[in-house]
Nanobody, 114 residues
Framework: QVKLVESGGGLVQPGGSLRLSCAASGDIVSTNPMGWYRQAPGKERELVASSTTGNTNYADSVKGRFTISRDNAKKTVYLQMNSLKLEDTAVYYC?????????WGKGTLVTVSS
């Protein structure tokens, strides 16, 4: 059984920073992908960043502003978000993929507003 719990969301002004955390439990294999997705109101869920062994991938909209990192010993993945913009407002979901199955957390809300 895999469980993902996100934390770190909140209200931040444009230009500010937040760090999201996703604590995983269960059968987590460090070589399997983990990442972050987001869903803004009225929009589809989209990939923000993902991490596998030796490789990271970012959406074009967050490149240079967001950084994904992973602590395999703690089974935790982080998303450092800098220079936040209004359009970054969304619910952010942690994702873990294994054998073609996607596991999701319940999400954490990030609101960027002045």
């Amino acid at each position: 059984q895999v469980k993902l719990v996100e934390s770190g969301g909140g209200l931040v002004q444009p230009g500010g920073s937040l760090r999201l955390s996703c604590a995983a439990s269960g059968d987590i294999v460090s070589t399997n992908p983990m990442g972050w997705y987001r869903q803004a109101p009225g929009k589809e869920r989209e990939l923000v960043a993902s991490s596998t062994t030796g490789n990271t991938n970012y959406a074009d909209s967050v490149k240079g502003r967001f950084t994904i990192s992973r602590d395999n010993a703690k089974k935790t993945v982080y998303l450092q978000m800098n220079s936040l913009k209004l359009e970054d407002t969304a619910v952010y979901y942690c994702n873990y993929a294994r054998y073609g199955v996607n596991y999701w957390g319940k999400g954490t809300l990030v609101t960027v507003s002045s």
